[in-house]
């Protein structure tokens, strides 16, 4: 498979800034901050104020691939090299819930040793984070949309796990109704009806538009090695297990290894790839996903509390947190960057724990 011949060059201009942009941050900031106090009211502990439950913690390394085409060879993978990565397996609430509410998977992936001109906010750090859902596309159209969405998700914070199970089990049954027939629905998989699969089975998107070096792209995360792709919609039944999904990673990874391929899929038209409406599924016959590099991981305890302590409380996975070679672009990613910037700040002064990123990746605790 080769990239596309004549992908839509980088310029800033692709971007078009709603008037406002800064009351709709403000609110996305009210709902995200309301989220993480209301858990921490009730928990005692500062957590992310979306996915904040973590299902699998690993560390392996990227590996870029050689010979790539000129279009393809930017950012952070203009060469072939290896990186360490820490990757984080986490489900969409802000709370913590039991896996019978079954709601989008995330991945999020964090590359150390980068070298390059810095975003804005990581400077004098050498770390490139990509944040990723199993979804090609995001649930809401525009900021203003995602903060209506916030709204409602907010609202039901630390309550009624008992309805949310039941809702949840409904949705489901939608879904699959939809799903049998050809189609899906962002929304109602948002909302609890993700089929009851195996996480590790997924290809995760970042759904939204990056800078790609020169041009604009899309990236995924699709496994590739045998005992992975086995698990693409393998049935998962958690119900009455609180943490099946971590214990189903925990299975896996206490006998097999696993690896991925990073894909790219670059705009090669802004009518058909928009970069201001997340809700676009970009068309892969115009531009297919091609791979880019690999990760790779070996067996190992996915997760372990101080494993946890190391990575969840320790780390954030940013979209903004990188190279200027992989600039978030869009509204929806505009709006992120100062909302998980302070989020970050709180849920470090929350829990007294410095929130860092590192410069190496040495093994994380077993």
């Avoid at 750090?125 to 995001?138: C, R």
């Avoid at 992975?228 to 896996?252: Q, S, T, W, Y």
């Avoid at 899929?265 to 690999?294: F, G, H, K």
Wanted: negative net charge; contains cysteine.
């Amino acid at each position: 498979m080769t990239a596309p011949a004549s992908p839509v060059r980088f310029d800033p201009s692709v971007e078009q800034p709603a008037p406002d942009e800064a009351e709709t941050i403000q609110s996305i900031l009210d709902s995200m901050r309301y989220v993480v106090e209301t858990t921490y009211k009730d928990g005692g502990h500062g957590l992310r104020s979306v996915h904040a439950k973590s299902h699998g913690l690993l560390q392996g390394e990227v590996r870029v691939l050689g010979g790539l085409p000129a279009v393809l060879s930017q950012g952070v993978f203009a060469q072939a090299k290896t990186y360490p990565v820490v990757m984080r397996f986490s489900t969409n609430p802000g709370d913590i819930l039991d896996d019978s509410v079954s709601t989008p998977r995330g991945l999020a992936i964090k590359m150390i040793g980068v070298e390059g001109e810095r975003l804005p906010g990581s400077e004098g750090d050498a770390t490139q984070d990509f944040v990723m859902v199993n979804g090609p596309v995001f649930n809401a159209s525009t900021p203003k949309q995602f903060a209506g969405n916030l709204k409602l998700l907010a609202a039901t914070t630390d309550r009624a796990q008992g309805l949310k199970k039941v809702f949840s089990a409904a949705a489901r049954g939608l879904e699959w109704a939809l799903e049998e027939v050809g189609t899906k629905s962002p929304t109602l998989t948002g909302l609890g009806g993700q089929p009851e699969t195996h996480p590790l089975g997924e290809a995760f998107y970042t759904q939204v538009p990056i800078r790609y070096g020169n041009y604009i792209a899309k990236l995924s995360i699709a496994p590739v090695s045998p005992e992975l792709r086995d698990l693409k919609d393998a049935p998962l039944n958690v119900n009455g297990k609180p943490n099946g999904l971590r214990d189903a990673i925990g299975e896996f990874f206490a006998e097999h290894g696993g690896e991925w391929e990073i894909r790219v899929q670059l705009c090669t038209d802004l009518e058909t790839m928009p970069i201001e409406d997340a809700s676009v599924r970009w068309p892969e016959e115009e531009s297919p996903y091609v791979p880019v590099a690999r990760i790779s991981v070996q067996p190992q305890p996915s997760w372990t509390e101080e494993r946890s302590r190391t990575v969840d409380d320790g780390y954030s996975f940013r979209p903004w947190h990188g190279i200027a070679a992989h600039q978030p672009l869009g509204g929806v990613m505009r709006v992120r960057k100062p909302v998980y910037e302070d989020i970050v700040g709180l849920r470090s002064k929350l829990n007294g724990c410095p929130i860092h990123e590192p410069a190496r990746l040495d093994k994380l605790p077993a």
